[in-house]
């Protein structure tokens, strides 16, 4: 579960935070909200989902991120620094980023995957996705430990497509790409 620990904090003051192991941080609107690392299921659903996306980030020449800070700010007053449980950027953009030394990705990754974790409301995540989606993301998918479903939303989140146990999910971004939702949650 999120808590919020300070508001008006700018960008500068979150890079000077230290933060350790325990804790992770997200800057949304000028309040730092503190929540807390994959732990359990949620670990071990983000190994498995990063593994089954080897071969297309290889083949579709993407950078897969687990854990990585993306500014989705479009106004410096209003800062937004999320963190997705998994993304997917092109690789120009992760050489942009190597180049420049930066500590996050600009703009939404192109496919943002959020697990979501016990205790972690309906309303943070749709929030947290419409945040992507506001910054440039074009898919994401939110992943349901409780339920075994994975749902697909497009369309800056205005469709949705929910996928069970049994079933395959594919998507336009990774052509030749099929997830077998089975797999996800170890059936």
Known sequence: MAGVTQSSMTIAEFDALDEDTQKRHE????????????????????????????????????????????????????????????????????????????????????????????????????AKLEDFFAAGTQEAWLVSPTRRVIQQLTNAGIDIHEYRLGTTLTSVLLPDFGLKVDEVFGK
């Open 27 to 126: 800057l949304v609107r000028g309040e730092l909200i503190q929540t807390m690392p994959p732990l359990g299921e949620h670990s071990i659903i983000q190994f498995t989902l990063s593994g089954q996306f080897a071969p297309v980030v290889k083949a579709l020449d993407l950078v897969g991120a687990t854990e990585l800070d993306c500014d989705l700010s479009s106004d410096p007053a209003d800062p937004i620094i999320r963190r997705p449980d998994l993304a997917l950027h092109p690789r120009a953009d992760f050489d942009q980023r190597t180049a420049e030394r930066v500590k996050r990705f600009q703009g939404g990754p192109m496919l943002v995957i959020e697990i979501a974790s016990p205790g972690q409301s309906f309303d943070e995540l749709a």
